[in-house]
């Protein structure tokens, strides 16, 4: 990485309360605007805050990273059809496409012998080869399953019941499995000695 991108990114380590602000403040806007004037609301209120959050992170950081740019195309993109169809189902659709684009995404990284999660984490964790195409499977299959819980929630839950789930169930799942991940990483950390 060269030193102009690191200084780019050096903002991001140093203030990480604004950063997680920026991260969950769509999901946030998108909930307490559900709770107080419905799903149409809250979806528009999550459209805008998706460009807020993307325009805040070029502001402070001088970054745009892939995954929010894609999970901010397809909020426009979902969040568009349910007003234009004016149907719900859309935007709670969206979900179960972006985990299956990101899952998807991994598992063409991996059949071409190219674990793609290294690009995204690569500076945090050194993990050998075999490590990386551990992990890509395991997050590729977490977010089939994430795509799997979305579509049954959405499709036999009521629509509160799916707005709790996005905003409190969906994040705590992920954590939960990054945090299982642990075992994995150390097991297979790079010897970097010489």
Same mark, same amino acid.
């Given at each position: 990485?060269?030193?102009?991108?690191?200084?780019?990114?050096?903002?991001?380590?140093?203030?990480? !309360?604004?950063?997680? +602000?920026?991260?969950?403040? &769509? /999901? *946030?806007?998108?909930? #307490? %605007?559900? $709770?107080?004037?419905?799903?149409?609301?809250?979806?528009?209120?999550?459209?805008?805050?998706?460009?807020?959050?993307?325009?805040?992170?070029?502001?402070?950081?001088?970054?745009?990273?892939?995954?929010?740019?894609?999970?901010?195309?397809?909020?426009?993109?979902?969040?568009?059809?349910?007003?234009?169809?004016?149907?719900?189902?859309?935007?709670?659709?969206?979900?179960?496409?972006?985990?299956?684009?990101?899952?998807?995404? !991994?598992?063409?990284? +991996?059949?071409?012998?190219? &674990? /793609? *999660?290294?690009?995204? #984490? %690569?500076? $945090?964790?050194?993990?050998?080869?075999?490590?990386?195409?551990?992990?890509?499977?395991?997050?590729?299959?977490?977010?089939?399953?994430?795509?799997?819980?979305?579509?049954?929630?959405?499709?036999?839950?009521?629509?509160?019941?799916?707005?709790?789930?996005?905003?409190?169930?969906?994040?705590?799942?992920?954590?939960?499995?990054?945090?299982?991940?642990?075992?994995?990483?150390?097991?297979?950390?790079?010897?970097?000695?010489?």
């Amino acid at each position: 990485m060269s030193e102009h991108s690191n200084r780019r990114g050096a903002g991001v380590e140093k203030r990480p !309360l604004i950063k997680l +602000l920026i991260e969950l403040g &769509p /999901l *946030l806007a998108f909930f #307490l %605007g559900y $709770a107080r004037a419905g799903i149409f609301w809250a979806t528009g209120i999550l459209m805008a805050a998706t460009v807020v959050a993307l325009v805040a992170s070029w502001m402070l950081y001088r970054l745009l990273l892939p995954m929010p740019v894609v999970t901010a195309v397809l909020v426009g993109v979902f969040g568009g059809l349910t007003f234009w169809l004016d149907d719900p189902s859309f935007i709670k659709l969206k979900p179960t496409i972006i985990n299956l684009l990101f899952a998807g995404v !991994l598992f063409v990284g +991996l059949a071409l012998r190219k &674990p /793609l *999660l290294k690009i995204v #984490l %690569g500076e $945090a964790f050194n993990l050998t080869d075999e490590g990386w195409r551990r992990l890509s499977l395991r997050w590729a299959l977490f977010f089939l399953v994430l795509a799997g819980l979305n579509e049954l929630v959405w499709r036999n839950l009521s629509e509160a019941a799916w707005v709790n789930f996005k905003v409190f169930g969906i994040l705590p799942l992920t954590v939960l499995f990054a945090m299982a991940q642990l075992g994995l990483i150390k097991r297979h950390e790079a010897n970097t000695r010489a």
